[in-house]
């Protein structure tokens, strides 16, 4: 009969959104469940994940040393020209003219974290760094001198 | 750009959805001629997020091009990776290691299931559910955070290599995965209550929008848009890559071809997708997570063609060789732009409140289909 039908599809109908009401009730009631991150008031313990490609950085140690031999494999890896290495030439304790790195300029603005440089390089000297607030005022703050100011080549790197 | 305009009759109007419009998920212009409020004709304009990948691939070599492709169907970026490794790898004849490639379906069933989640959450949100939206984040957010402890982003991975992933799992992988199964169990009926069962959703679904499977073939249709429509299309069971061969899990079909159809066959290839993970989770074999390859990578002259399921339907990858280490030419088979091009045909004749609708079971990303 099509009143019978009609009175079991209201009250299917009621059913259904009484349903989605109890979920919502049960949320409104239960803040434990609730797992939004309140950014960025919790910036002081916030915690990223230790592989997390945020910007290609090379560590030095404590004398100011890198291990970057300037083999260009990351700049040849590069999908899109982010890292440039340019060379002088230095003197070596006997008096020989060697290669090194004067700087290795890297692009920020350019990057697309894709890990490849990292991978390519064969003595390890750069890696990715965790920081994500990369906002500056000028773009050309963006552009960074990956090796500090100053710093040589780690003794028996090759 | 309207010269359509001649083909119209009097009394039609002719309204422009996006490119800049929420309802498009992005930058896709639709242009819609209207009688009253029944579509007599839906145009899609496209390019507006073209980028020439395909182009721009040309001039990278082979370990290079693989993150561009992130960039496609953004949401599956796991799975474009995949076909790009797997045809190179065609090409170079490499064994991908045991552990490589379970760890490769791992990530790929993860992303699947992270997609549609936000396809489920967007879903809702077309037809005017706000709340489902974080529901749906606060699951696919456990598998962002599953992937960044691993691939180290949460969107853009670029992890699959040639000859394998990139770096191996993190030591936490096998219990966080364990944690989101379980949380996922917990909240799957949430989905239901929330959307599925609701009368009003139901009744803006059901029937609207009918795709006939011989439609879906002829316009080239695959994944959940065609398997709604009962074509059995899934990549994985008709030509198996990887170790889907070996692994268990049903092809999901619907037969009834409507926006229901079409929105239920996603709900349950989540589940088939637990199902997988859940075989492998425990199983993963050691040993390597690459295999060695040469430094330059060089594909032999010729072509080689590999096809992926993606979340969204068919991937192919085409390359083109001339033996150099660049590929000549390259062409990306999107499932998205033939999902699209079905859309004037299924919104011909209904309102245009349920335009949305359509456009919502289809599953568009558009930067996957300009490219
Ligand atoms: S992460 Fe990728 S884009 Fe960035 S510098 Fe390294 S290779 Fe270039
Ligand atoms: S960072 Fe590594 S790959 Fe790049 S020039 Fe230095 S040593 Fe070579």
């Known amino acids: 009969m099509f009143i019978i039908k009609y009175i079991k599809e209201v009250y299917r109908g009621v059913k259904s959104l009484l349903v989605g009401m109890k979920r919502t009730l049960y949320y409104f009631t239960h803040h434990k469940e609730i797992i939004t991150q309140e950014y960025p008031d919790n910036r002081d313990t916030l915690v990223m994940a230790e592989r997390f490609k945020g910007e290609v950085v090379m560590p030095h140690n404590e004398k100011n040393e890198h291990r970057c031999t300037g083999c260009q494999a990351c700049e040849l890896a590069c999908p899109n020209g982010t890292i440039k290495v340019i060379f002088k030439n230095e003197l070596t304790p006997e008096g020989k003219k060697k290669k090194a790195i004067d700087k290795l300029v890297y692009h920020l603005e350019l990057c697309t974290m894709c890990n490849l440089c990292v991978e390519a390089c064969p003595s390890d000297a750069i890696k990715m760094a965790q920081t994500f607030e990369h906002s500056v005022y000028d773009r050309s703050e963006l552009t960074k001198i990956l090796n500090n100011p100053g710093s040589k080549i780690m003794d028996g790197v090759e | 750009m309207f010269e359509e305009v001649g ?306 339907g068919e991937l192919g990858v085409y390359i083109v060789s001339e033996g150099g280490t660049t590929p000549y030419r390259i062409k990306f088979r999107s499932p998205g732009f033939s999902n699209l091009s079905v859309l004037d045909h299924i919104a011909r004749g209904s309102k245009l409140g349920d335009l949305v609708a359509m456009m919502g079971t289809l599953d568009l990303v558009i930067p996957d289909i300009d490219r």
Request: charged share 25%.
């Open chain 2, 7 to 312: 083909t119209t009759t009097e009394g039609d109007i002719i309204i422009n959805v996006g490119p800049q419009h929420p309802a498009t998920h992005g930058v896709l212009h639709l242009v819609i001629t209207l009688n009253g409020e029944t579509i007599k004709k839906v145009e899609p304009h496209l390019g507006f997020i073209h980028r020439s990948i395909e182009k721009m691939c040309e001039s990278l070599t082979y370990r290079q091009f693989i993150y561009v492709t992130s960039r496609m169907d953004y949401l599956s970026s796991h799975i474009n990776n995949h076909a790009c490794a797997l045809c190179v790898e065609k090409g170079l004849q490499v064994e991908v290691p045991p552990r490589a490639q379970v760890i490769r379906v791992l990530m790929d069933e993860l992303t699947r299931i992270a997609s549609h989640e936000l396809w489920w959450g967007a879903m809702a949100m077309d037809l005017g559910a706000f709340t489902p939206f974080f529901h749906a984040f606060r699951e696919r957010e456990s598998i962002n955070d599953i992937m960044e402890e691993t691939c180290g982003a949460r969107l853009t991975m670029n992890y699959m290599v040639p000859g394998g992933v990139m770096q191996d799992l993190h030591p936490d992988f096998q219990k966080r995965v364990k944690e989101f199964l379980q949380l996922y169990k917990r909240k799957i009926h949430e989905y239901d209550e929330l959307v599925t069962g609701n009368i009003i959703f139901q009744n803006r679904m059901k029937g609207i929008g009918y795709l006939s499977p011989e439609d879906a073939v002829s316009y080239g249709c695959s994944g959940p848009a065609a398997r709604g429509s009962g074509v059995s299309c899934d990549i994985r069971k008709v030509y198996p890559y990887e170790i889907y061969d070996k692994l268990e899990f049903d092809e999901v079909l619907e037969t009834a071809g409507d926006s229901f159809a079409r929105y239920m066959i996603r709900l349950r290839e989540m589940q088939q997708s637990i199902r997988i993970i859940e075989q492998l989770i425990d199983n993963i074999p050691d040993g390597d997570f690459q295999a060695k390859t040469k430094a330059v990578l060089k594909l032999p002259k010729g072509e080689f063609y590999q096809r992926v399921e993606t979340a969204r």
